[in-house]
Structure formats: C-alpha cells, structure tokens
C-alpha cells in the first residue's frame, strides 16, 4: 500500500503564474500547482493521496496586500482557493498573522480543517484541532499540525493579543503518543518551520532560538513516520537519520514552485513502513488551473487598474542593475527607502535590508506596482533609541554579510549565504559615515562611525529607524529590542512609500557615498 503526501508551503499569495511585475508566465503559481496535483492523484488512483497547505498562505504578494488594506471583501477568496486545490489539512504560517488574528479567521474559517497544536487563544486552541487522523480502513494516518514558536518576536502585539505559542518540539512529545493511542498507524508533523542544523552532520547552521526546531523535532521525538517543512523557503527533500531510523523530509520551496512528495509503503498486515522516500514535483512545465484562473476574474482586473495608478516620477531613476553592488556601496531606492521609514518615526539614522535580488528598484515613470512589487512585507517603520555602542555592534553584524577572497574580490560570506542566501538580513544604514575593513576578522571590521560629522560615542544615545521585522533583534542584529522602541508607525511601508513618492514627485535620484569599503 502506497500512502503520498503532497504539500505546499509559503504559496505568499502567488496563484496566477505571475510575478505581478508584468504579464509574461512565470514558472510558480497555485494554478500550476493545483494541476500538477490533479494530475498526480490521476496517476495515483489506487493509492492513498493527501494534501497539506503548510501556511504563508494569505500574506505576501500584491493581491494579498490589495484584498487586506483595499478590498477586505474579497477575503473569501483564500478559503475557496483552498478548496479549490481540495487541501486535506492546513497549518497556519507566521505571515498569516500579519493583518491581526481577527483577519487571519476571517480569511482562514474556523473549518477550514486548520491543524493548530501549538498555538492558544488564552487557554483554547486558536483553532480546535490539534491534529486529524484519517481513517482509510486498512490503515490510519494522524497529521499533527504545528506553527514557528517565533512569532512574537516579529509580529506587533496588538495582532497577537491573547495568543500564545509554545515549544513545537514539547507539543510533538505530547501529542504524538495521543495519536498512536486513538488509532494512528502513521504519524504525519506538518511544521510551518524549517531546520536550525544540516540534515547530514547535525551542525548548526544558524543562531539557536526557537524559530527553527525541525531537526529537534526529529531527533527528540519518538513515533514521527515524515516531517513536512516550510518557512525557510528552502527546497528540501531527503531521509533524514534519527535515533528513530531515516525519516523522509520536504521543504517545497516559495510561491508553488515546488510541490512536497513524501512516499510511504505501508504494510497493512505489520502495520509498519517498508520503504520511505521524498522528493520535490516542480510546477512549471504544468500549465495554471481554470478554475484557479478564473476565481481571480473579479479581482484581478481591480488590482490590475490599481496598480497601474501613475504616482510620481524619479529623476532618472532608482533601477538596480547590480544588487551585489548596491549592498557593497549603497544605492539610491535603498536610501529612499531609509528615508521615508525616517521620516515616519522621526529619526535620521536609518536601517533596511534589500530583501532579494528580485527587487528591481524603480523606474522613471513610477506606478503602484512598482512600489507593492519592490517592498512586499507589511513592515511597519519603528524607532529604538540605543547607545553608540549598540549601534557599532549592528553595523559590525551587517559587515558579516561581505568575505574578502584571496583574489581580491568580495562575496557573500557563508554566514549569510549558507544553508539560503539571507539578503534580507543584511542592512544599509543612512544618516551615518561608516567604513568596512574588509580585511579584518569578523567582529573588527567597522572604522570611522560619524553622525552629523561627529564620531560615534559609545555610552551616547542614538535613535535610529528599523522595521518593526528588524527591530526585535532577528537575524543576528542583538543590539536592538522591542523594549528600546520609543515611536512606532501605525502606516506600513508601501503606503507610506507610495504617499511620498505621490507628495514629493518629481524626485531626484543621488547615489550615496556615505558606505565606503576597504578591501587594499
């Protein structure tokens, strides 16, 4: 007996086969996913197929941010895709709690067969099932379902109010041999997480805090038969050894590119898995779903005409033609960017990161969409007041991101690079003069800090603009905190981007020089 467990995760509101950028087919999209699994439970017939959606559902593309900040309304749209594609369980993801727990159950229904073990709405479950077995005779497969314990260190408060998350692994512990006591012959863990160690040495491959617990969860927990993954947005698919024998995994990547397929032979007479095995389907030669298609016919044209909306002009312009570059030395959208976060919490140093190498920057002519494709989050603008030090302590994170090579020339260093290229945790600073020494080790490499031509004073305090992402502290930036913000923005950045761009057009475009790197 053949059981198949397919997934998506991080899907980020991606269902057309598009980047929103322009109209050209993209390989990535729900559409081309929801094919692709119609055509594997075609070719699967006598076999047991089931479907997971691993959360980052609802958050992270143009259309989403149009449905929640524009057209609320349409919030219905992500239940019916979901039974469109005919999901069999669903795992909320982290970004799901971006627009506050009253829109993530508005947009995710209450029966929308959510598996939810390890997140509280004081003392009940957010929502009601923990885990589902599913009877299919001859043998019983439970899928427990478990979120990133992370999530409020990202998040504001006011979207998490009442909510709780607890430790993923110590939920597994527990609800595991509840499972095998009601029935389960085969234990499932759907994780909207991803791993903290290489699956091959048990290395760890990035800080340990709870945000990443996968290979934990396999190495500690007794009775998980396969482990479903996202998050990371890695594109995983292996047997992964454990105390408890290899157990398949899978990490389908972003955006539908990939669909998760864990294979088990099961015996049905020992009760027990013969053979294990995962891989990952890849949605692009597979073409977009028409009933996908078409449950976007009302909504797309809207977007379309909304994004298209003209609202200012850059003097030429702020295009990235060279992102390693803009990192190395700065660039213009990068210090618009700087600014207008600024601005909105009245500081005048300022941090962010340009998030991948997707972001293109923006034309002359600029529309709406240039600006929901270049800045995809629901960041909100924050400031934190810190002391000089902390501030010294930050750049030196960000000085992590460049390796000096023996040949003379720069790259991503492994610390950001490895196991995922990190882009976003690499930060450009405006309102300060500061050099790398590219030739020094680690944690030595900041020279000549000055603010308003000043040099930075160690035990003098400092306000500085982040991300209300960046301002927890996350990837690796300690020297910020929660508890140092002093004014927040109620405003999230695109609007806040769009409206000076609107009020300030037509802007000139001026490459920065305040980042200067040593490398002779």
Known sequence: MKIYLLSTSDVHGYI???NFVDQQSTPFGLARAKTLIDQFRADHVDDIVLTIENGDFIQGSPLTNYIAQKRTDYVGLYEKLAKIVGYDARVLGNHEFNYGKEYTQSAIPKNAGVLDANVFDRKAHFYADPYKIFDFGAVKIGILGLTTEYIPHWESASHLMGLTF???????????????????DVIVVAYHAGFECDLDTGQATEKI??????????????GIDALITGHQHRELAQLVKTPFGSIPITQPGYQAAAVGAITLDFDPDSKNIIHRDAKLLFTAKFPADSRIMKSLSTVQPELDRFLDEKIGEIDPDMLIHDHFNARLHGHPYLSLVNKVQAEAVNADISANALFSNA?????????????????????????EEITGQDLLNALERAAEYFVLNKDGSISVSDRFGKPIIKHYNYDYFSGID????????????????????????????????????????????????????????TVDMVDL???????????QSFLPNNLKIITK
């Open 497 to 507: 981007l769009t409206t000076y761009v609107s009020n300030n057009s037509p802007i």
């Open 16 to 18: 057309a086969p598009s």
């Open 166 to 184: 607890e430790n993923p692994v110590q939920t597994a512990e527990k609800y595991v041999p509840i499972m095998k006591k009601a029935g389960a």
């Open 434 to 489: 500061y050099t790398f020494d590219l030739r020094q080790p680690i944690g030595s490499r900041v020279k000549d800090v000055s603010y308003h031509g000043q040099a930075i004073k160690k035990d003098q305090i400092y306000r500085i603009a982040l991300s209300n992402y960046r301002s927890s502290g996350v990837g690796g930036y300690g020297s910020y905190s929660v508890t140092k913000i002093v004014q927040s923005s």
């Open 359 to 383: 972001v293109l920057g923006l034309p002359h002519e600029i529309t709406r969409r240039d600006i929901a494709t270049n800045y995809l989050f629901p960041n909100t603008a924050v400031a």
């Open 209 to 222: 805090t709870g945000e990443n617990r996968g290979y934990e969860l396999l190495q500690k927990v007794s």
